[in-house]
């Protein structure tokens, strides 16, 4: 690997940690100007069914505030990044843990999801930006229903 391979990677790398770093500490901004180019291509079948979308990098990121603001914490980690560039464009993989926690009456406070990311990356003015995400579940614990209490009580509240 050549020494602008090299930095590539690790800045590819970098910028998918951010996601989930920037996702945690619920920073909103910083994960839109940092992280994700205008438009990203999700893919969250595997989880929720459906179909994989389009979205403005803005309304991802306002799903996913609603979707986690009202838990107590979260905790999304990534590791074995293998990562392949040609030119702009990149393809990163990653395997993740994300731990979502939400003391509540109604089961158990946390669930905990592992499966793998890929992302696709396109570098603009030198930095890489995220403009793919597909997540792939492959195994779960705990209670998935704290992610959707919030919303349910906001419906019947």
Same mark, same amino acid.
């Given at each position: 690997?050549?020494?602008?391979? =090299?930095?590539? &990677? ?20 910083? =994960? &839109?100007? %940092?992280? @994700? %180019? $205008?438009?990203? !291509?999700?893919?969250?079948?595997? !989880?929720?069914?459906?179909? +994989? %979308? ?14 986690? *603001? ?11 990044? !293998?990562? &392949? ?10 395997? @993740?843990? %994300? ?6 009456? !109604?089961?158990? +406070?946390?669930?905990?999801? /592992?499966?793998?990311?890929? @992302?696709?990356? #396109?570098?603009?003015?030198? $930095? ?15 209670? &998935?229903?704290?992610? $959707?209490?919030? *919303?349910?009580? #906001?419906?019947? /509240?």
């Amino acid at each position: 690997m050549t020494g602008s391979g =090299l930095v590539d &990677r690790l800045d590819i790398v970098d910028v998918c940690t951010r996601m989930c770093w920037h996702t945690d500490k619920r920073e909103w901004e910083q =994960l &839109r100007s %940092a992280v @994700f %180019a $205008e438009k990203v !291509l999700v893919d969250y079948t595997s !989880l929720n069914g459906g179909e +994989p %979308a389009e979205l403005a990098a803005d309304d991802l990121i306002a799903a996913w505030r609603g979707l986690l *603001s009202e838990l107590t914490a979260t905790q999304h980690l990534l590791t074995n990044h !293998l990562v &392949r560039t040609d030119g702009d464009t990149a393809v990163a993989t990653a395997d @993740f843990q %994300a731990t979502h926690l939400l003391p509540n009456a !109604l089961g158990g +406070p946390m669930w905990t999801l /592992g499966g793998h990311y890929r @992302f696709t990356l #396109r570098r603009s003015a030198a $930095e890489w930006r995220i403009d793919g995400l597909t997540m792939t579940a492959v195994w779960a614990e705990g209670n &998935r229903q704290i992610l $959707e209490r919030p *919303s349910m009580e #906001r419906k019947n /509240g």
